[in-house]
């Protein structure tokens, strides 16, 4: 038998192939690399050896043998040199699977049960990888322990993004998934996956147990593209969601070749409080819109309706049933935000579950859970789902069974596994204050959710374990959780083949660069919506003119933005002036902002700056008596001056604005000519569109809030509670709300309506969007 290794190279991996075909029937190839007894951790990276099945997996191995039967190749996880019917890839998963479980220890499936939510390499690039001999420096991929006088302490952020993860979270604590937060090139991802695994590998073969691969995790990562929200005006516009689906294939490509396997996204929370901070993460306020963007998301990551399989990325859609019906729009990191108030009968059916209903008859495989509990005294309203009338209990998602199980998984159809947020055992625990740590974790698992991420510093597994050996957490439950999860392993290869080939991986982002390049220019392009045109100044017909640019953000002017703007406009042969008295055109880039979790006061969606509002208490909502300092626009009152000097010279005022939340404009609009709709939109997209290069095709994914009035609080006693009601419905989107606002409060507004209305008579409703 001749037996091909990869040929190596310091930066990549070349693969050469062992065809089965060419193997001997029957027989056993050792394992490439032994395991030192005496070195619990390896010291040195490896490069992963392939075998090729024909019309089969390839088989990927570093410390385990490989078993060769009936012409096939098959990973021998445990390195018995026997075939174990979890290692045979001809069976069917819920077999292997079966086997699997019962051949784990109590700590490998413990170590099952959460995610490290902090999992990265120090390295960004492939130079920071090798040493001045083109060799691999594994700390650059995975660090050497931590003595124990440097453990501890607080959580350094900087310290834990700047440094490579610990390869005892694999070799002694039997982590298997963790969460990498940063953006590296295809070969390091590759290479840092590889890494885990090979000490996945090392560890069981010293320690005489099943090798369980390492799942790498992570958050979405769009940069280039629009923000979400400006991906729905996009499809909006297009009237269907190839963009998306387009948008999701390229990005599972790029994922797999770095070896992330799963995803803790897309969120598909429905907008429907103008003033929820997450507002800007998530897509839409339109149902219909938000199930057609769930379903182009899931079939383009995944790769169609059945599930997650190799090459594909597994979604962990969240954050159900939807943390968006806010109270008040406080956001639930905090306590003031435990609360969703589904003051509407029928609105958990008839918007918020729409998305997450179509991301499961998609295929999703992973639900993450929301961290807001339901009030169920009379601020809620009766809520049912297809005949079933839902009694939640007043606890976070992740700790209720009648949402996990009965709702999601009963109802609903979910087959799948239940990933929590992060930190709801020691900090976002709501409804389950009394409980212990132990009963936390427990009450979790029984509820439905099936893997916890808790602590960005690390995991600590005994309270893990006395919740499992105790009784506390039902054996039923604790096959279900172990067992999703090693299902979801399976069905993507994992058990075949974890690793990838670096070189394969460079190789891959190079060839896909120039479309992914052209698919961000082009949804860029489309985010923009034009929303105001007066006397079709748009677009600017003629160079030469005279230009004064400024920028408007929360902490002021952007240098960045306007050293972008500047070079734009001089490209297109334009004269840039410093006073807006001398222009032709004043182009004005707004960016609000002063929206966040920790903030201790109502959301404002008014441009303002400085203005003095009611603190709140952070756990409690409950006002304090102390005024806060509020600013979403510094120096809004330039706009203003500067519309009037152009104005006055004969000039025109263009207009962006960045649209994270529904803004009220009543501080902008009314002084442009011109105004667009932008989401985090690149310069050069938008040029394209302000010079009609690109007619604006976009439609508004949300609806912008007239005024003040139509989402002000009113104090109302409630079962012999003083409670803040919002005279607009926090669970329904802003399109519909004119339906249950009352007539007097909508009389106050400028439009008549919750929609902001334009002094061209344009409405700012959701699917709203000019064009030339």
């Given at each position: 038998?001749?037996?091909?290794?990869?040929?190596?190279t310091?930066?990549?991996?070349?693969?050469?192939?062992?065809?089965?075909?060419?193997?001997?029937?029957?027989?056993?190839?050792?394992?490439?690399?032994?395991?030192?007894?005496?070195?619990?951790?390896?010291?040195?990276?490896?490069?992963?050896?392939?075998?090729e099945?024909?019309?089969?997996?390839?088989?990927?191995?570093?410390?385990?043998?490989?078993?060769?039967?009936?012409?096939?190749?098959?990973?021998?996880?445990?390195?018995?040199?026997?075939?174990?019917?979890?290692?045979d890839?001809?069976l069917?998963?819920p077999?292997?699977?079966?086997?699997?479980?019962?051949?784990?220890?109590?700590?490998?499936?413990?170590g099952?049960?959460?995610?490290?939510?902090?999992?990265?390499?120090?390295?960004?690039?492939?130079?920071?990888?090798?040493?001045?001999?083109?060799?691999?420096?594994?700390?650059?991929?995975?660090?050497?322990?931590?003595?124990?006088?440097?453990?501890?302490?607080e959580?350094?952020?900087?310290?834990?993004?700047?440094?490579?993860?610990?390869v005892?979270?694999?070799?002694?604590?039997?982590?298997?998934?963790?969460?990498?937060?940063?953006?590296?090139?295809?070969?390091?991802?590759?290479?840092?996956?590889?890494?885990?695994?090979?000490?996945?590998?090392?560890?069981?073969?010293?320690?005489?147990?099943?090798?369980?691969?390492?799942?790498?995790?992570?958050?979405?990562?769009?940069d280039?593209?629009?923000?979400?929200?400006?991906?729905?005006?996009?499809?909006?516009?297009?009237?269907?969601?190839?963009?998306?689906?387009?948008?999701?294939?390229?990005?599972?490509?790029?994922?797999?070749?770095k070896?992330?396997?799963?995803?803790?996204?897309?969120?598909?929370?429905?907008?429907?409080?103008?003033?929820?901070?997450?507002?800007?993460?998530?897509?839409?306020?339109?149902?219909?819109?938000?199930?057609?963007?769930?379903?182009?998301?899931?079939?383009?990551y995944?790769?169609?309706?059945?599930?997650?399989?190799?090459g594909?990325?597994?979604?962990?859609?969240?954050?159900?049933?939807?943390?968006?019906?806010?109270?008040?729009?406080?956001?639930?990191?905090?306590?003031?935000?435990?609360?969703?108030i589904y003051?509407t009968?029928?609105?958990?059916?008839k918007?918020?579950?729409v998305g997450?209903?179509?991301?499961?008859d998609?295929?999703?495989?992973?639900?993450?859970?929301?961290?807001?509990?339901?009030?169920?005294n009379?601020?809620?309203?009766?809520?049912?789902?297809?005949?079933?009338?839902?009694?939640?209990?007043?606890?976070?998602?992740?700790?209720?069974?009648?949402?996990?199980?009965?709702l999601?998984?009963?109802?609903?159809?979910?087959?799948?596994?239940?990933?929590?947020?992060?930190g709801?055992?020691?900090?976002?625990?709501?409804?389950?204050?009394?409980?212990?740590?132990?009963?936390?974790?427990?009450?979790?698992?029984?509820?439905?959710?099936?893997?916890?991420?808790?602590?960005?510093?690390?995991?600590?597994y005994?309270?893990?374990?006395?919740?499992?050996?105790?009784?506390?957490?039902?054996?039923?439950?604790?096959?279900?959780?172990?067992?999703?999860?090693?299902?979801?392993?399976?069905?993507?290869?994992?058990?075949?083949?974890?690793?990838?080939?670096?070189?394969?991986s460079?190789?891959?982002?190079?060839?896909?660069?120039?479309?992914?390049?052209?698919?961000?220019?082009?949804?860029?392009?489309?985010?923009?919506?034009?929303?105001?045109?007066h006397e079709?100044?748009?677009?600017?017909?003629?160079?030469?003119?005279?230009?004064y640019?400024?920028?408007?953000?929360?902490?002021g002017?952007?240098?960045?933005?306007?050293?972008?703007?500047k070079?734009?406009?001089?490209?297109?042969?334009?004269?840039?002036?410093?006073?807006?008295?001398?222009?032709?055109?004043?182009?004005?880039?707004?960016?609000?902002?002063?929206?966040?979790?920790?903030?201790?006061?109502?959301?404002?969606?008014?441009?303002?700056?400085?203005?003095?509002?009611?603190?709140?208490?952070?756990?409690?909502?409950?006002?304090?008596?102390?005024?806060?300092?509020?600013?979403?626009?510094?120096?809004?009152?330039?706009i203003?001056?500067?519309?009037?000097?152009?104005?006055?010279?004969?000039?025109?005022?263009?207009?962006?604005?960045?649209?994270?939340?529904?803004?009220?404009?009543?501080?902008?609009?009314?002084?442009?000519?011109?105004?667009?709709?932008?989401?985090?939109?690149?310069?050069?997209?938008?040029?394209?569109?302000l010079?009609?290069?690109?007619?604006?095709?976009g439609?508004?994914?949300?609806?912008?809030?007239?005024?003040?009035?139509?989402?002000?609080?009113?104090?109302?006693?409630?079962?012999?509670?003083?409670?803040?009601?919002?005279v607009?419905?926090?669970?329904?989107p802003?399109?519909?709300?004119?339906?249950?606002?009352?007539?007097?409060?909508?009389a106050k507004?400028?439009?008549?309506?919750?929609?902001?209305?334009?002094?061209?008579?344009?409405v700012?409703?959701?699917?709203?969007?000019?064009?030339?």
């Open positions: 038998m001749k037996k091909f290794v990869s040929t190596l310091a930066a990549a991996l070349l693969v050469s192939m062992v065809p089965a075909s060419m193997a001997e029937d029957n027989s056993y190839i050792a394992a490439p690399y032994t395991a030192d007894a005496a070195q619990p951790n390896p010291t040195a990276y490896v490069e992963p050896v392939f075998y099945n024909e019309g089969g997996p390839r088989i990927g191995v570093t410390y385990n043998g490989v078993i060769v039967e009936d012409g096939k190749y098959f990973k021998d996880s445990n390195n018995d040199q026997k075939l174990d019917v979890f290692e890839w001809r069917d998963i077999t292997r699977v079966s086997d699997l479980i019962g051949k784990m220890t109590v700590e490998q499936r413990v099952l049960l959460a995610n490290q939510l902090m999992a990265a390499p120090s390295a960004n690039t492939m130079e920071d990888v090798l040493d001045e001999n083109g060799n691999v420096i594994l700390e650059k991929l995975i660090s050497a322990p931590v003595p124990q006088e440097e453990q501890g302490g959580l350094d952020w900087g310290k834990l993004m700047s440094q490579s993860l610990g005892e979270t694999v070799t002694v604590a039997n982590t298997r998934s963790g969460v990498i937060r940063k953006n590296t090139t295809p070969e390091v991802g590759a290479m840092f996956n590889n890494a885990l695994n090979m000490a996945a590998e090392y560890d069981a073969a010293n320690e005489g147990m099943i090798t369980i691969p390492y799942m790498l995790i992570s958050n979405p990562m769009n280039g593209y629009p923000a979400t929200q400006g991906m729905a005006a996009a499809v909006m516009g297009d009237g269907n969601y190839d963009l998306i689906k387009k948008y999701a294939d390229l990005d599972a490509q790029i994922w797999d070749a070896g992330i396997h799963q995803m803790y996204g897309p969120q598909i929370d429905l907008i429907t409080d103008p003033r929820w901070n997450r507002n800007s993460g998530t897509y839409t306020e339109v149902p219909e819109v938000n199930a057609g963007i769930a379903n182009a998301l899931v079939t383009g995944q790769n169609g309706e059945d599930g997650a399989q190799l594909d990325v597994a979604l962990i859609v969240k954050h159900f049933p939807g943390d968006s019906a806010s109270e008040n729009g406080f956001e639930s990191h905090y306590g003031m935000g435990q609360w969703r003051a009968e029928g609105s958990l059916e918007y918020h579950l997450f209903q179509s991301a499961v998609a295929g999703a495989v992973g639900i993450m859970p929301c961290y807001s509990r339901p009030a169920v009379t601020r809620s309203a009766k809520q049912t789902y297809r005949g079933l009338e839902i009694n939640a209990s007043e606890v976070g998602a992740a700790y209720s069974k009648e949402t996990l199980q009965t999601l998984r009963d109802t609903m159809g979910f087959n799948g596994f239940v990933n929590s947020d992060s709801i055992i020691t900090e976002k625990y709501w409804g389950a204050d009394e409980m212990s740590v132990v009963e936390r974790y427990a009450a979790c698992i029984n509820a439905g959710t099936d893997v916890i991420g808790d602590s960005f510093s690390g995991i600590d005994a309270p893990i374990f006395e919740a499992v050996e105790s009784g506390l957490v039902e054996k039923e439950a604790f096959d279900r959780a172990t067992s999703s999860r090693m299902s979801n392993w399976m069905e993507m290869g994992m058990f075949e083949n974890p690793y990838r080939s670096a070189e394969e460079k190789v891959i982002g190079e060839t896909l660069a120039e479309e992914i390049d052209a698919t961000k220019l082009e949804a860029n392009r489309k985010s923009v919506v034009l929303m105001k045109n079709n100044v748009l677009p600017l017909k003629e160079s030469g003119k005279k230009v640019i400024a920028s408007f953000t929360e902490k002017e952007s240098e960045k933005t306007l050293e972008s703007f070079t734009a406009f001089q490209n297109e042969g334009y004269t840039l002036v410093k006073k807006a008295e001398e222009a032709d055109i004043a182009f004005l880039d707004v960016v609000p902002g002063g929206i966040s979790s920790q903030a201790q006061y109502v959301a404002q969606l008014e441009l303002v700056d400085g203005i003095e509002v009611d603190q709140r208490d952070k756990d409690t909502q409950r006002k304090t008596g102390e005024l806060v300092e509020v600013t979403t626009l510094m120096d809004v009152k330039k203003a001056k500067a519309a009037d000097a152009v104005h006055a010279n004969g000039g025109i005022v263009v207009a962006s604005i960045n649209i994270s939340n529904p803004w009220i404009l009543t501080n902008l609009e009314p002084y442009c000519d011109a105004l667009i709709g932008s989401f985090n939109t690149s310069v050069e997209a938008r040029m394209d569109v010079t009609g290069r690109y007619n604006p095709t439609k508004l994914p949300v609806t912008m809030v007239s005024c003040n009035e139509v989402i002000a609080l009113n104090e109302q006693e409630i079962d012999g509670e003083v409670y803040d009601v919002c607009a419905p926090n669970d329904v802003g399109y519909a709300k004119d339906e249950y606002i009352p007539a007097d409060v909508l507004s400028p439009s008549g309506s919750y929609a902001y209305k334009d002094a061209d008579g344009n700012y409703a959701a699917w709203f969007g000019l064009s030339y």
